[in-house]
Nanobody
């Protein structure tokens, strides 16, 4: 069992930055690939970024490539999402998720989810 708690969301102006954190409980955190997803009102949840269990490989949606960076610290059981050059279209609830099978862009592959943190980017 893995419990995930996101933090770091908030209101920021376009062009600004935020860093999201996702703290995981349990001793098996390093066994899971981790992903970040987001969901805007009236839209489906979409893939943002993922990182392999070791942190050696990272993957990004085209919409955030070059602006967002995912990282993890297995000693702290935490995964991060550094978001730079934020745009109003980045406004959404951001969720972290854990996948034992490995990273994927598909929601159904992920075994555990956090409760989400709101990110609002004003123009």
């Amino acid at each position: 069992q893995v419990q995930l708690v996101e933090s770091g969301g908030g209101l920021v102006q376009a062009g600004g930055s935020l860093r999201l954190s996702c703290a995981a409980s349990g001793r098996t955190f390093s066994s899971y690939a981790m992903g970040w997803f987001r969901q805007a009102p009236g839209k489906e949840r979409e893939f943002v970024a993922a990182i392999s269990w070791s942190g050696g490989s990272t993957y990004y949606a085209d919409s955030v490539k070059g602006r967002f960076t995912i990282s993890r610290d297995n000693a702290k059981n935490t995964v991060y999402l550094q978001m730079n050059s934020l745009k109003p279209e980045d406004t959404a609830v951001y969720y972290c998720a854990a996948a034992f099978a490995g990273w994927d862009t598909v929601v159904q592959v992920y075994d555990y989810w956090g409760q989400g943190t709101q990110v609002t980017v004003s123009s």
